[in-house]
């Protein structure tokens, strides 16, 4: 299984709203990753987790809160979002570097996230 | 501060021609150097990678080539096709660390 799924596809949130996205692997990867992309931008890293800990925050905004329950598993919380945080929201998992492989990371299909 | 250089925004490439994508970076501490392709409202999908120890790898129509002294790389199809068309990203990382640096991108366009 060389996949990384996210679920959901698409979602429409207004600014008060609670909700989360989800990413999943089973490539046995312990390093998974957020990253937010704008249109006609490159992917803008947001978080980084290595064996389930939090390595990485881009200095990321409190209402955006990841979770990695395990090691296949990774989530991110959303709550009191504003209008300019809709983009596409991508998971990544990778080897760890502290492994000594060279980590390419597998990319999901993202969520794609409206902010009303 | 752009670590990580794509400086041709698009290209256009006849079917069947050669496709050259260039990258530029800045640190010398980035030790790996992998080129991704995006279709819209798709995730990146990795295409081919080098690490520093090496100036050329090759996978079917995809060809890297690294110039450490120069600190640029450059991606090569051969020959082009219509469904390459795509946006492609350059990007690289560092010898510890999890961090991938991208490059703002490339939109090549293969014409049939």
Request: proline share 6%; glycine share 6%.
């Amino acid at each position: 299984d060389t996949e990384v799924t996210q679920t959901p596809k698409h979602l429409v949130m207004g600014m008060t709203n609670k909700k989360s996205l989800k990413c999943e692997q089973h490539m046995g990867h312990r390093a998974m990753y957020w990253y937010k992309q704008k249109a006609k931008k490159p992917p803008e890293l947001m978080f980084v987790y290595s064996y389930e800990k939090l390595s990485i925050n881009e200095s990321v905004p409190s209402r955006f809160s990841p979770e990695c329950p395990n090691s296949s598993l990774l989530n991110l919380h959303l709550h009191a979002l504003q209008p300019e945080d809709s983009a596409l929201y991508l998971c990544a998992s990778s080897q760890d570097r502290a492994s000594g492989t060279y980590n390419e990371q597998f990319f999901g299909p993202g969520t794609r996230l409206t902010v009303l | 501060d752009q670590q990580v250089k794509q400086n041709s925004p698009s290209l256009s490439v006849q079917e069947g021609r050669i496709s050259i994508l260039n990258c530029d970076y800045t640190n010398s501490m980035f030790d790996y150097f992998l080129w991704y392709k995006k279709y819209p409202a798709e995730g990146p999908t990795f295409l081919i990678s080098i690490s520093s120890i090496k100036d050329k790898n090759e996978d079917g129509r995809f060809t890297v080539f690294l110039n450490k002294s120069a600190k640029h790389l450059s991606l090569h199809i051969v020959p082009s096709q219509p469904g390459d068309s795509a946006v492609y990203f350059c990007a690289a990382s560092g010898r510890y660390g999890n961090k991938l640096v991208f490059g703002a991108g490339t939109i090549l366009r293969v014409k049939s």
